[in-house]
T-cell receptor
Framework: TQLLEQSPQFLSIQEGENLTVYCNSS?????LQWYRQEPGEGPVLLVT?????EVKKLKRLTFQFGDARKDSSLHITAAQPGDTGLYLC??????????????FGSGTRLQVQP | EAGVAQSPRYKIIEKRQSVAFWCNPI?????LYWYQQILGQGPKLLIQ????????DSQLPKDRFSAERLKGVDSTLKIQPAKLEDSAVYLC??????????FGQGTRLTVV
């Protein structure tokens, strides 16, 4: 069974601070996605990383895929209250495993205080 | 482009009753997923369809849960009979590529 562990589970910071969220696994993934989920809504895709070592930027968010494609990080610069939400990483199994659906981590709940 | 539609948004039932959820995926998306998200946890896959065929239902509690996707478009997920531990948000998602899923708003089920 592939597991994704996210840390920290909870994070409460002040507006303007920087933060990093981690997503780790012992399994290799063909790709990894980051989602943000707000209360009462479904997860919304933020980014997909595919290549080991890949770095993607989305405004103040920077996503990195580990060289071995087993881990990823999300860094937010100058956090804003609008960044508040549940951040979920999800991995897609290598296609030769026959299992295609995403495996989700347990999430990091971020609260940004104004 | 219309997103994934789910209904109902909320449902409260008593234990041992049955309940059904409906999902209409994004047009053209061959892959459809049902996930269960218990409060404080990440989504857990229940079942994955490719068109109207089941790809993965290894984590579906088949003694009480069933799902179908007739004609390869809409899908329904049924629980019969419901238990207290089935209280959760049931999320439907669809995708063109297996790597990226687009989610509906979910159905929040409370079993009392």
């Amino acid at each position: 069974t592939q597991l994704l562990e996210q840390s920290p589970q909870f994070l409460s910071i002040q507006e303007g601070e920087n933060l990093t969220v981690y997503c780790n696994s012992s399994s290799v993934f063909s790709s990894l996605q980051w989602y943000r989920q707000e209360p009462g809504e479904g997860p919304v895709l933020l980014v997909t990383v595919v290549t080991g070592g890949e770095v993607k930027k989305l405004k103040r968010l920077t996503f990195q895929f580990g060289d071995a494609r087993k881990d990823s990080s999300l860094h937010i610069t100058a956090a804003q209250p609008g960044d508040t939400g549940l951040y979920l990483c999800a991995g897609s199994s290598p296609r030769d495993t026959g299992r295609r659906a995403l495996t989700f981590g347990s999430g990091t709940r971020l609260q940004v205080q104004p | 482009e219309a997103g994934v539609a789910q209904s109902p948004r909320y449902k409260i039932i008593e234990k041992r009753q049955s309940v059904a959820f409906w999902c209409n995926p994004i047009s053209g998306h061959a892959t459809l997923y049902w996930y269960q998200q218990i409060l404080g946890q990440g989504p857990k896959l229940l079942i994955q369809f490719q068109n109207n065929g089941v790809v993965d239902d290894s984590q579906l509690p088949k003694d009480r849960f069933s799902a179908e996707r007739l004609k390869g478009v809409d899908s329904t997920l049924k629980i019969q009979p419901a238990k207290l531990e089935d209280s959760a948000v049931y999320l439907c998602a669809s995708s063109l590529e297996a790597d990226e899923a687009f989610f509906g708003q979910g159905t929040r089920l409370t079993v009392v």
